[in-house]
């Protein structure tokens, strides 16, 4: 599979690295990081990362705007992505000549011309550790450890959730050994505005806890507002409800335009992905997200959810 990437790599003389919607510090430091390992590579070549930029996610860096021309036979590689209508992308990748799709979730929509999917990585960034490290003319600079680092961190919250492995450890410890600042990556990763502190004063006093030991809240429009949060500052919260002992899986329903809410799904034991995908999104079994039209399906999905545990 490695191989058959870096033929393709090799070919194209465009090359677009695009992520998923509303990013994370996985999609944003892999496509950073694979970028740039390409680009120290391939001098010669045109590469660019694309994607709407979060001020929150600047400490890693920051998107370029590329033409819708641009795309015209070129080669673009979706990082970090489980599914086509989550790229970060207004439909003009689909001018590429080829696609390859590089993952970590389960792979229920191989939209890649070239699919290289592992869900038993921790992330994304851990696979494009990988791939430079198995390809002798990809290298790994001190710059690039500290964007893949902050990926590994980001999606393994500080290396909490169960998919950390030993591999996990071994790779985030050989990106440190480059002498990247992780504490400072750290510090990045976990420090939060006063806006995020006092919503998450909110959630607290206002979530939700079943029988079944199923947490949730429910942030209707009018109240997200309040908060003036900016672009990707809600994903802070979502791992909150999941801190407290008697909750088992739990749910945050951020409601950004009238009836059309955001879901993340997370759970420290059973698998939620199904319950995402039923409602037409989708995602890791421990962590998932869906885009519901109505409140309706919000009390369905919550119901799904509750049911889980018993």
């Known amino acids: 599979m490695i191989d058959e990437i870096m033929n393709n790599i090799e070919h194209y003389e465009t090359i677009i690295i695009l992520r998923h919607q509303n990013p994370d510090p996985d999609a944003v430091g892999s496509q950073i990081a694979l970028a740039n390992i390409l680009r120290e590579a391939y001098p010669q070549k045109n590469i660019y990362i694309a994607g709407i930029d979060l001020s929150v996610l600047d400490w890693i860096g920051k998107m370029q705007q590329v033409d819708s021309d641009t795309y015209q036979n070129s080669l673009v590689i979706a990082v970090d992505t ?17 696609i390859i799709k590089i993952d970590h979730h389960p792979n229920v929509d191989p939209f890649g011309d070239i699919n290289w999917v592992d869900d038993t990585a921790s992330s994304c960034a851990e696979m494009i550790y990988e791939l430079a490290d198995k390809v002798d003319n990809l290298k790994i600079s001190k710059a690039d450890a500290y964007s893949l680092y902050a990926g590994m961190v980001g999606d393994t919250n500080r290396f909490l959730y169960a998919d950390t492995t030993y591999k996990t450890l071994e790779v985030a410890a050989k990106l440190a050994k480059t002498g990247i600042d992780i504490s400072e990556i750290s510090l990045h990763e976990d420090e939060m505005s006063t806006r995020v502190a006092r919503l998450e004063a909110y959630i607290l006093d206002n979530f939700q806890v079943t029988d079944s030991g199923f947490g949730y809240i429910v942030i209707r429009k009018d109240t997200l507002e309040k908060f003036n949060l900016d672009d990707g500052e809600l994903d802070h919260v979502v791992p909150l409800i999941g801190r407290i002992k008697d909750v088992n899986n739990w749910i945050v329903v951020s409601e950004k335009d009238l009836n059309r809410f955001r879901v993340n799904l997370r759970s420290k034991n059973v698998s939620i992905n199904g319950v995402a995908e039923k409602f037409g999104g989708g995602g890791h079994p421990l962590a998932s997200g869906v885009y519901v039209g109505s409140m309706d399906e919000v009390k369905a999905l919550i119901k799904d959810m509750d049911n889980l545990n018993k």
């Open 82 to 98: 489980a599914n086509a209508r989550r790229i970060d992308n207004n439909g003009d990748y689909k001018k590429a000549d080829k």
